[in-house]
């Protein structure tokens, strides 16, 4: 068995994550490692399955690990055993909803088309709630090479992919202040105190929109900085301009226990903090320099006791980044392009278990791998 070791290192205040390789033999300073765990999830997966790009992970309250991927991305010889004639013995993909136990396990797996509701072009994003509902939703904002419609919902299923309802439908956009019809929604998060649903309605639309959990009635909505939102084309991101007044992708959306709400402005490399309400609270920015996919693709809040951690997925520099919840300041951070166990080809989404364990999830590795934190270990400031 092989492991990867990357461990961060608490020096006089100042901390940083490297290869263990690169510590030599100093073992003085306190220390935090994360180990990667190659034999997780237990492969190869049943029913000669193969899994395609990544678009949404999350863990749920029993350290289950919920995927949706995208099984029309999928190359030909990916999946041979499913053409006609059959290309070859491997493989088959995989329904687009995958349970996974802590063991790497498959416990379930469902999804895709049905009576009832419209499945997504560009699977994107999955929610679990309180109740253990799943929530889905899709990116596409465009219509698609067939006349297929834009992606323009969510959707909410129980455990066992039982549909519930539908939020929007597939189409375009009718703006971004209109409360009816989504875009591109990319993320949800539900509030159980408010049992109200959070989307970050970002790749055609450009704000975040609030739905009752139940019902789907419609809420309230915001773009950048509590402001109302807008359509006005930005242009292409230049470091250089001032911040925009508008997400250019709001990615991601994570609500905390006391209602604070994290939002990923993706293409802008910043963290934007509001109420439940939409009031802004504060901003935080992650190498500026960096050009689209950008540096915050994704966050997620270790919660378990007092914790003050986040984890932040920086799709184009290939690393999660450790930050200090309350203030955005980075302590760590780890990662490095390629497809063998350790590293990361654009990691779409990270999020901790209870125990402080880190998952990642892929878009183009096309894998989730778990980083188990050792020694019982904090990486915390």
């Known amino acids: 068995m092989v492991y990867l070791k990357v461990k961060v290192i608490l020096l006089a205040g100042l901390v940083c994550v490297t290869n263990a390789m690169a510590l030599g033999d100093a073992r003085t300073e306190e220390e935090s490692e994360y180990t990667v765990d190659p034999n997780w999830p237990v492969l190869p997966l049943?029913?000669?399955?193969?899994?395609?790009?990544?678009?949404?992970?999350?863990?749920?309250?029993?350290?289950?690990?919920?995927?949706?991927?995208?099984?029309?991305?999928?190359?030909?010889?990916?999946?041979?055993?499913?053409?006609?004639?059959?290309l070859s013995e491997c493989c088959l993909p995989a329904p687009p909803v995958i349970e996974f136990d802590p063991e790497?396990?498959?416990?379930?797996?469902?999804?895709g088309p049905g009576d009832g509701y419209d499945w997504p072009r560009v699977e994107h994003g999955i929610s679990i709630d309180h109740i253990g509902h799943v929530w889905i939703g899709g990116s596409s904002s465009r219509v698609g090479p067939g006349g297929e419609p834009p992606d323009g919902m969510v959707l909410k299923f129980t455990a066992d992919g039982e549909f519930l309802m539908q939020i929007g439908a597939a189409g375009p956009s009718k703006s971004s202040s209109?409360?009816?019809?989504?875009?591109?929604?990319a993320d949800m998060a539900v509030y159980p105190p408010t049992n109200e649903v959070f989307v970050a309605d970002g790749y055609g639309n450009h704000r975040v929109i609030v739905f009752d959990a139940d019902s789907g009635a419609f809420k309230r909505l915001w773009g950048a900085y509590g402001e109302p939102p807008t359509d006005i084309d930005l242009g292409p991101y230049n470091p250089a301009e001032p911040p925009a007044r508008q997400f250019r992708t709001a990615h991601?959306?994570?609500?905390?226990?006391?209602?604070?709400?994290?939002v990923c402005d993706r293409d802008n490399n910043r963290v934007q903090v509001f109420t439940a309400q939409g009031e802004f609270l504060r901003e935080?920015?992650?190498?500026?320099?960096?050009?689209?996919?950008?540096?915050v693709g994704h966050i997620s809040l270790w919660t378990a006791g007092n914790r003050n951690l986040m984890a932040i997925t920086d799709l184009g520099n290939f690393k999660i980044r450790l930050v200090r919840r309350e203030d955005g300041r980075e302590i760590g951070?780890?990662?490095?392009?390629?497809?063998?166990?350790?590293?990361?080809?654009?990691?779409?989404?990270?999020?901790?278990?209870?125990?402080?364990?880190?998952?990642?999830?892929?878009?183009?590795?096309?894998?989730?791998?778990?980083?188990?934190?050792?020694?019982?270990?904090?990486?915390?400031?």
């Open 46 to 86: 049943p029913n000669n399955w193969v899994i395609g790009e990544i678009g949404g992970m999350e863990v749920d309250a029993r350290d289950h690990v919920w995927i949706v991927h995208r099984p029309g991305t999928l190359a030909p010889w990916e999946k041979g055993a499913a053409l006609d004639p059959p």
């Open 333 to 381: 951070s780890f990662g490095h392009f390629g497809n063998f166990a350790g590293q990361l080809n654009r990691v779409h989404q990270a999020d901790f278990d209870s125990h402080g364990n880190i998952f990642t999830a892929e878009a183009t590795g096309k894998r989730v791998q778990r980083w188990v934190r050792a020694r019982g270990a904090e990486p915390d400031s």
């Open 104 to 111: 790497g396990n498959v416990v379930r797996a469902w999804g």
């Open 284 to 295: 935080h920015y992650y190498r500026t320099e960096t050009l689209p996919p950008g540096t």
């Open 178 to 185: 209109d409360p009816s019809q989504l875009s591109g929604a």
């Open 252 to 262: 991601c959306i994570t609500v905390a226990d006391d209602g604070t709400v994290f």
